[in-house]
């Protein structure tokens, strides 16, 4: 959402558990394909026999048809494996005055607030958050996951470009237009959201965007998307709103973290001077403006007691995971709790329009646990509640002055690759272990800390041995895995590297 920002620890929360590459991708294309935000609803109140004209009229010229105006969500193809999808205005031919044909940007409009309806949900598919839903059987992995877009620029200005298209089609949800789109990925036994659903409610000026995941049937994902509806709400009615982008700020943003990007795998070693050793104690007080600082994180001190690395697991807590994560881990060891070798593939990454993503080369790599202690204490005057917090790994070679990203071991077959990509539980660079649980969903939150007190969280990942040499350990709550940022630079990184 851009109308009420939502933080990347919100993301973090939120976002639904995909598979490393995937979640590698998403990063790589800065949020280009994947923009997962919470949402919520609201209504109009029409005559029966408005309703009525209005059907006909959807049915009679396949448009959705409001206030006099007819629109049509078509798509079109981009090269081999790319879609664009756009909402055309029927009621007007291309001006100079159509911004939609010109590519000139319209005065910025308001839109009404709404909260959404879901009529349907599939057997056994719950709510997990605001507009996300999944399978009992796999909560926060997989499932839908909704977005809206609010046209403030006009409903023609919506033009989204969606990647590693197998096949799309035309699409009916509602009586409202929609373009349903199938992507490569999913059919490896791993939860992927291989599924895009676009639909157009133009009496309102919305757009959805929904993420259907590989768990969910295509029959499923569709009568999900036809049992969404939208309702506007009275003028100063915020309650249960839906949270959506706003199509302006998402075009700027959108372009800007572009932009942004592709400055951010490589920094100069001086930008790295705030890198703590093992049992040196640090606050985030040179993070947080006094404004922002809405958790009291200045008042956290943060200091990494211990790291420890194995050949086995015996150091978790196995009855702090959920089932699915104890099952995913059985894979990785043997009857001794050993933990076996990792397969690593070496990736040649497309475009999504005219090349996919393709495995050149595979080979296989002994794997350690990396079992980390991390202790925060309230040095401040006042109980704190609520405590995010989250670790990640940060792969990081120093290089003729430079510090950048690692991306993996040269290939024993000198082919030509682009990343060296773990599968498994390796493939996680954010911590998939931790043995406090807090906050409303008893995820990783520390439930409350007084003045003085002190908390110890254990979080823990797998690794391939040979790059042990190059792990940093990234506890900024705000920044990813992949890329260096403002925020956990100044945080600054812990040098765990054996």
């Known amino acids: 959402m851009r109308q009420e920002e939502m933080k990347l620890e919100d993301l973090k929360q939120n976002f639904p558990e995909m598979p490393s590459e995937l979640r590698r991708m998403v990063e790589r294309e800065v949020q280009e394909q994947i923009r997962i935000v919470p949402t919520k609803r609201r209504r109009r109140h029409m005559t029966r026999k408005t309703i009525a004209a209005v059907f006909a009229a959807v049915m009679l010229i ?51 607030n709404v909260r959404m309806e879901v009529s349907y949900l599939p057997e056994g598919m719950v709510e997990t958050e605001d507009g996300k839903y999944s399978y009992t059987d796999a909560l926060y ?18 033009d989204m470009l969606t990647r590693n ?22 059919d490896d036994g791993e939860i992927s959201f291989n599924q895009r659903i676009y639909v157009a409610y133009t009496d309102v000026h919305y757009v959805m965007e929904m993420y259907a995941a590989s768990d969910v049937a295509k029959e499923e994902a569709l009568k999900i998307a036809e049992g969404v509806h939208l309702q506007p709400v009275s003028d100063g009615n915020t309650q249960d709103i839906v949270h959506a982008y706003n199509w302006s700020e998402y075009v700027k943003s959108r372009n800007e973290e572009t932009v942004e990007w592709n400055m951010s795998v490589t920094v100069p070693k001086s930008a790295m001077k705030n890198t703590h050793a ?109 405590i995010l917090f989250f670790g990640s790994l940060m792969k990081i070679v120093e290089e003729n002055g430079q510090m950048k990203m690692y991306t993996g071991k040269a290939s024993d ?64 709550t705000f ?20």
């Open 165 to 186: 298209v197998k096949e799309s089609e035309k699409i009916k949800a509602g009586g409202y237009e929609g373009i349903y789109c199938e992507l490569y990925g999913g």
């Open 141 to 158: 992995k997989g499932g839908v996951s909704i977005t809206f877009y609010k046209m403030d620029t006009g409903d023609a200005q919506f």
């Open 62 to 112: 396949g448009t959705t048809a409001f206030a006099g105006i007819a629109y049509k969500m078509h798509s079109e193809p981009v090269g081999k494996y790319g879609v664009n999808t756009k909402i055309e205005d029927m009621s007007q031919v291309e001006t100079e005055e159509n911004s939609s044909a010109t590519g000139q940007t319209q005065e910025v409009i308001d839109i009404k």
């Open 278 to 386: 093992v049992g040196e104690a640090f606050t985030a007080a040179n993070v947080e403006s006094p404004e922002d600082d809405w958790q009291g994180l200045s008042n956290i001190r943060i200091k990494v007691t211990d790291v420890q690395v194995s050949d086995k697991i015996d150091l978790l807590d196995l009855s702090v995971m959920d089932a699915d994560f104890r099952e995913e881990l059985q894979k990785e060891v043997n009857q001794a709790g050993e933990l076996l070798p990792a397969k690593i593939n070496y990736m040649k990454y497309g475009n999504g329009i005219d090349t996919l993503n393709e495995v050149v080369e595979s080979r296989e790599v002994p794997q350690k646990l990396v079992y980390v202690t991390v202790e925060y204490t309230n040095i401040g005057a006042e109980e704190l509640d609520e």
């Open 413 to 476: 077959e000198g082919v030509a690759w682009d990343d060296a990509v773990p599968a498994g539980l390796a493939g996680n660079r954010e911590m998939w272990y931790y043995d406090v649980h807090g906050g409303e969903q008893g995820n990783n939150y520390i439930t409350d800390l007084k003045a003085g007190e002190s908390a110890t969280v254990h979080m823990a990942w797998i690794v391939p041995e040979e790059e042990l040499g190059y792990l940093y350990l990234n506890l900024d």
């Open 479 to 498: 920044s990813g895995s992949y890329e260096f940022s403002e925020s956990s630079l100044a945080l600054g990184y812990v040098d765990i590297r054996q």
